[in-house]
């Protein structure tokens, strides 16, 4: 029987992953009290909204933010868990969630609101793609690992 190679460095990138993740999600509390990106975004795009309607649409993105967050954090956690456990199906769990991630992660970037501009400023849209590049570095390490060469 053969022993399965080391984990550390699909678990490596999946903890770093989980890192950017919290960090991505606490990037939009971080802009509403200092350089209030989001706030600006949502002005230059709806000219017309009250700052009432302007902190109300800041409050809704950050509650859908947190909540990305939150599952993208159960998401590093469980699939670091398959990877410790010596789990068969780790590589195409990884796969999956990063697929889900990515996905989400350029509808963030990319979308386009009712206004014609995207939904959200640029910086907050790459902050929300960034835990993905350790993603593909995971996965890519998993598949690895799972056929060696």
Known sequence: MTRPLPARGPLAAM??????????TIAPYADRGTTHLLADHIRAGYPDYSQAQIDS????????????????VLAWLTTAWT?????????????AV??????????????KDTSGATGLPPELGWAGL??????????????RRAHPA
């Open 98 to 111: 990063f697929v889900t991630a990515a996905a989400t992660g350029l509808t963030g970037l990319l979308i």
């Open 57 to 72: 649409a800041v409050t809704t993105y950050l509650v859908v933010s947190t909540v990305i967050g939150a599952l993208g």
């Open 130 to 143: 960034i835990p993905c590049l350790a993603g593909a570095v995971a996965v890519t390490l998993l598949w």
């Open 83 to 95: 990877v410790k456990s010596g789990k068969r199906w780790a590589p195409a769990l990884a796969t």
């Open 15 to 24: 903890y770093a992953g989980l890192a950017l993740t919290v960090l991505a």
